[in-house]
């Protein structure tokens, strides 16, 4: 679907680095203005980091550089020269920001400092799949230090809030926000938390992740400030990561159904789409319509494209089903006699006609109840694919039916590893991010006593 | 004044990589924004190709990789395996996106296509210098291809034009739009057409280039359509980069002044910014009317800064001047007392009285104002360095009086290098691209038959 909406050429000659075409470049830059807004409506300022970083700086965390060496492009050559030490594409940016807040933070008044960057990061990954997993991808990094620790964990929050601005209040995408087991976290992080929605083949795809860093980076990098008593401290560290490339895969996957993509009205690169159904005696009244039309809607600030191509009705109307655009308006003989026009819905398939003075004001309409209609199908999808399981057995047959579940857990990444084995890859995805440790019943699948109520399910 | 005004960080550890710090990066991305209205506005597609090209793609076009190989960074390495092939990272683009124009070009309806991305890119230059030479540097870059030759000649045209409205209509750059001479257009192209401008060091700085690859191209990467004779031809195409990067050189260098950045309206990160001045007992009433005129500035779309940091106003106005915010609104007592507000204009640093209720239509003409002043003294400036000369004598003297010249040339190469060898590097720049050829008397450097008026000077 990737490839016939347009979004994508994948014939580029290298693993793992597509081609983002004009449909899919506006809808990555809608999101990243989204998650920008939001970002900088809470406090965050743009950076841009250098794409390269050199093995010393990536060296000092020995936990994050374990988990990211075997991903790290290196650069050794240039001209004809080989260089005298290896530079590192940015496989993610904190070694390269972190270098730097220790020059730049020096007393309580640099802080908290909120920095983000939206650029592409590259990782050698082995199996490659677009806007899913690549060698080259889409995302925004913010990087924030704190005076305390309890501003730090705030910032977690906030880091969900700004993911669900986006993802569900604009992009109608539900998903769980969840504290991943300990063996599950960033290389590097005390915790990591993370936000999974649900594809329709029934696998979790995380589409962003904050890291509590806690004061490890500012301790190798030497991260202090003078607090108001005059005491030297580190400082609490946290990055959030927005996966814009997952978004995208999200977007397609959830609201798209057999005609092709579904795009909520905010993020559709044209919103309504006019064609215009003639023979040729009537051109010029049916043109003269959707001149009209084209020009009213432009001027309310839509994203309108009157469709002039030399094709049938029919074949444009397949065309922009396939691109996912929210509204269709037809203009033909009838509509101009009758004094309105037909109004085709993406979402619902539906059409109903609109008097030519009620176009904008079902405009309006149209624009909430599509974001409406498709939160509600999306929901109603994502709760009908979690079960609460308590026996092995309800377990065994919950993960037959490809569901996400929620279940007593042990804790233990033995139990995990375990389940995945013998669960078709089910993987413990972590626990709701208020949820307390406590007695919860026995572990559904080891029997144990249960000290957490996780989710599990199979991943990308 | 680029650490100065807290632009950038040169301390980063690998030589011509800087960071951009938050003041760039919101000028830079107002930039990217205004040249990607104009692009779109006329007929581009925003795309994003991958940051590496396979050598193979790269070795296709003999001048274009003679050209750039010296300059390219190789990846050799991913994880603890050696790459199979190098890959280069983009130092531009053209061979990546050929590769897939031949795949998307078929017929005569593909075209015109005309896409763009915003990208860094990356060159391996001896001596770097931050927003003017660059291993990492930010551009856009535009290919077009078209049908027919004359739809590539009136590209540069619109190419021409598009850099006019973004750099000399709103960003109040002046520049001369120029034809380079054959030995130095770019590697791989039929003619280079390039914008230059003067830096207050007398030296010029190309800040946009379009290339008439004529269908050089074409034929290595087979991009062919079939017209609608149902003949195949190959495609004529162009590429444009505006230099975004030397577009921040130029705007912090000829708008810039002793205290620091003078940005214009459009661009600044910050419009106005409101300075509270007061004693502890009128605090109240002071940063009430404060907030009042940040909330309607706000409302009225401004972006405005009301600065309460714990510093004192004089601080702050410096502190603002060096960061070039245009309008600077001081409250006092005095001013609520009396109705008014004073602004002071970071352009011509004077101060003015403006009631209350005529502060708004007052920021509008302002607005315009200081556009119509940065542009007169720009072009007074530009003008004053350009003169033309006829003989020998002339031209000696205003090389030594650091202008730019305008002189009968005879067109070879030979008497080019032998002008650079002994005027203090003086090279010859191109023609104005309606420029013609003909009889212009005598080469004022080698006494040949002049066949070119030409720009010359010293350049960076």
Same mark, same amino acid.
């Given at each position: 679907? =990737?490839?016939?909406?347009? #979004? ?21 830059? &809608? ?11 809470? *406090?965050?300022? !743009?950076? #841009? ?25 290196? $650069? ?29 933070? &020096? ?34 990094? /913010? ?15 906030? %880091? ?12 109608? $995408? ?9 063996? %599950?976290?960033?290389? *590097?992080?005390?915790? @990591? ?5 649900? =594809? ?62 579904? =795009?909520?009205?905010?993020? /559709? !690169? ?35 494209? #009157? ?31 009758? *004094? ?20 904008? @004001? ?11 209609? =498709? ?25 037959? %039916? ?5 279940? !007593? ?39 144990? @006593? ?11």
């Amino acid at each position: 679907m =990737l490839t016939k909406a347009d #979004l994508v050429d994948i014939r580029y000659g290298v693993q793992g680095f597509i081609v983002h075409k004009p449909w899919a470049m506006k809808i990555i830059k &809608q999101i990243y203005r989204m998650f920008e807004e939001e970002l900088e409506k809470t *406090g965050h300022e !743009p950076v #841009l980091f250098p794409l390269v970083i050199p093995e010393e700086y990536f060296e000092k965390e020995k936990e994050h550089v374990e988990g990211f060496k075997p991903e790290v492009f290196w $650069i050794t050559e240039a001209g004809d020269e080989k260089l005298e030490r290896r530079l590192a594409l940015r496989p993610t940016s904190e070694t390269a920001f972190y270098s730097l807040y220790a020059l730049w933070i &020096q007393s309580w008044k640099e802080l908290p400092l909120k920095l983000y960057q939206s650029v592409a990061v590259y990782r050698y990954e082995k199996a490659t799949r677009p806007f899913i997993r690549g060698r080259e991808f889409l995302w925004i990094e /913010a990087h924030c230090a704190f005076a305390t620790r309890d501003e730090a964990l705030k910032q977690i929050r906030e %880091d969900m809030e700004n993911t669900r601005r986006v993802v569900w209040d604009r992009l109608a $995408i539900p998903f769980l926000f969840l504290k991943r087991p300990p063996w %599950d976290k960033f290389a *590097g992080a005390e915790d @990591t938390y993370a936000a999974d929605t649900i =594809l329709p083949d029934d696998r979790v795809l995380q589409i962003s992740s904050t890291h509590d860093l806690g004061q490890r980076f500012a301790k190798v990098f030497n991260i202090t400030f003078v607090d108001k008593e005059g005491n030297r401290n580190y400082v609490w560290q946290t990055c959030y990561g927005p996966g814009v490339w997952r978004i995208v895969a999200a977007l397609v996957s959830i609201h798209g159904d057999d005609k092709g993509l579904v =795009l909520p009205f905010e993020v /559709a !690169p044209i919103q309504a789409v006019i064609i215009p159904i003639y023979y040729s005696e009537e051109a010029k009244s049916v043109l003269e319509k959707c001149e009209m039309i084209e020009g009213i809607l432009k001027r309310s600030g839509y994203r309108v494209f #009157l469709d002039l191509r030399e094709r049938t009705p029919g074949w444009k109307f397949n065309d922009w089903e396939l691109r996912g655009v929210p509204i269709r308006i037809e203009v033909g003989k009838k509509e101009i006699e009758g *004094g309105y026009v037909v109004i085709f819905r993406r979402d619902t398939k539906s059409r109903i006609k609109v008097k030519d003075d009620e176009l904008l @004001t079902m405009l309006e309409k149209l624009k909430d109840d599509i974001l409406l209609t =498709l939160k509600k199908r999306a929901e109603e999808y994502f709760n009908s694919r979690i079960v609460k399981v308590q026996t092995r057995e309800e377990l065994i047959r919950a993960v037959k %039916d490809g569901k996400i579940v929620f279940m !007593p857990f042990c804790g233990s990444e033995e139990c995990a590893e375990d389940m995945k084995v013998n669960l078709e890859g089910l993987r413990v995805r972590g626990t709701d991010i208020f949820h307390e440790e406590g007695d919860y019943g026995l572990c559904t699948w080891c029997g144990k @006593t249960a000290r957490f109520m996780v989710y599990a399910a199979r991943a990308y």
